[in-house]
């Protein structure tokens, strides 16, 4: 045996099986992720002028960077309006040809969120309201046999809980039956941390000489997420961590 099945080729395993003159192999194929935006107010990234009230679809762009890193393969299913019968058509076209669809705003319980009623239409929601901030309103389906990830819509709630939930999803979906370790680096927590117990907190950190800084800011604000160099997780039955105790952090590769 040379490379056992459920782990991604990396470049050792590829020279590996070249010395040993195997050239061809059978591997899975990249899983497609349907990436859907919703909102009256979400406009594409290219939109050079906003009107008021508009924003640029940011949080499809960051998702298919991380459905990239999990070897996956993204599709921009587009932008949806706040209409149940809109959504429920392109997501029907988007399980067609995928194997994981993602759900990007929508999911939270406002009067404009059609996340839940369009997919409880197409299929069976497992859960909507996880315990871990940010990201609690994040729900979890299945239409067709296909999973479905109803995101948060503030991009930085979104990013985090596709990072624990949905980035593992895409592993699992091209082949690998563990995730790769993400890299981490044990360091000094730089201030007070409260928690609730319960809830899993998700902080976004720097981390600079040992000491592990965390960033905080609303959730709608991705420049928290871009000036972090990892994050760390604060364990549900704790009410938070002491500065100075030492925690670990995983690192954003």
Partial sequence: MLVSAGRPLRAPQLGFLAAAGVTTMAVHARPRVAIVSTGDEVVPPETAVLAAGQVRDATASALAGLVRNAGGEPVAAGIVPDDRGALESTL???????DLVVVSAGSSVGARDETAGAVAALGE?????????????????????????????????????????????????????????????????????????????????AVRDGVAEPLFGP????????????????????????GGAEVEVILYR
């Fill in 92 to 98: 029907r076209a988007a399980l067609a040809d995928a």
């Fill in 219 to 242: 959730s709608a604000l991705l420049s928290v997420l871009a000036g972090a160099d990892g994050y760390l997780v604060v364990p549900e039955p704790a009410t938070g961590l002491d």
């Fill in 125 to 205: 929601i497992w859960c909507h309201g996880l315990a871990v901030k940010p990201g609690k309103p994040t729900l979890l389906a299945e239409c067709s046999g296909v999973p479905l990830i109803g995101l948060p819509g503030n991009p930085l709630s979104a990013l985090v809980v596709f990072q624990l939930v949905g980035v593992p999803l895409v592993w699992r979906l091209a082949g690998a039956e563990r995730p790769p370790p993400e890299p981490t680096v044990r360091a000094r927590l730089g201030r007070d941390l409260a928690s609730a117990t319960g809830r899993l907190d998700v902080v976004q950190v």
